[in-house]
T-cell receptor
């Protein structure tokens, strides 16, 4: 059963620390999305890659967030420095071509103290 | 104005009831529409796509009204296992690729 794998599942860190979240998309998928979910805002798109190229990162705070795809099997989302307001669940999703269907990973639950 | 708006609920219905959710979207150029389901502390999962002609999958029926810019989800004969948050998703293709907008979700609890 193919699935999107995210690590770590939980992360507790102190304000100012660097946080790196990883995502392994489903093999063969060529689109990758990063979302942040909070109770107040719901799911917000942070970044979107197609064939490893970033297409849209307008939802991402550029001063502290960065997203990359070093290769087709790995996507990373980094926060440096982290702040308490970054506490949320971060989801990665992958998809294929123009199907427009996204398959989500289990998420990384981040708490910044 | 948000791209996608949903009534957050909560909807509390007895088993066997019929319940309907609506979702409105602001961009008339939106092209694809979906309903996702999210269980507590889990990831969203695709429930069904929404087609212009309307579509049905078992007890679930989805409708799209482009003129009024809303989509709906109807659940018949509610089961306890239907308790979840239902997310409306709207997609618009642009020069930079697909833009996906999620609603904040409608919470459903089916009561025995």
């Amino acid at each position: 059963d193919a699935r999107v794998t995210q690590t770590p599942r939980h992360k507790v860190t102190e304000m100012g620390q660097e946080v790196t979240m990883r995502c392994q998309p489903i093999l063969g998928h060529n689109t990758v999305f990063w979302y942040r979910q909070t109770m107040m805002q719901g799911l917000e798109l942070l970044a979107y890659f197609r064939n490893r190229a970033p297409l849209d990162d307008s939802g991402m705070p550029k001063d502290r967030f960065s997203a990359e795809m070093p290769d087709a099997t790995l996507a990373t989302l980094k926060i440096q420095p982290s702040e308490p307001r970054d506490s949320a669940v971060y989801f990665c999703a992958s998809g294929f071509g123009n199907q427009n269907i996204q398959y989500f990973g289990a998420g990384t639950r981040l708490s910044v103290l | 104005r948000k791209e996608v708006e949903q009534d957050p609920g909560p909807f509390n219905v007895p088993e066997g009831a019929t319940v309907a959710f609506n979702c409105t979207y602001s961009n008339s150029a939106s092209q694809s529409f979906f309903w996702y389901r999210q269980d507590c502390r889990k990831e969203p999962k695709l429930l069904m796509s929404v087609y212009s002609s309307g579509n049905e999958d078992g007890r679930f029926t989805a409708q799209l009204n482009r003129a009024s810019q809303y989509i709906s989800l109807l659940i018949r004969d509610s089961k306890l296992s239907d308790s979840a948050t239902y997310l409306c998703v709207v997609n618009k293709e642009s020069g930079t690729g697909n833009q996906f907008y999620f609603g904040t979700g409608t919470s459903l609890t089916v009561i025995p």
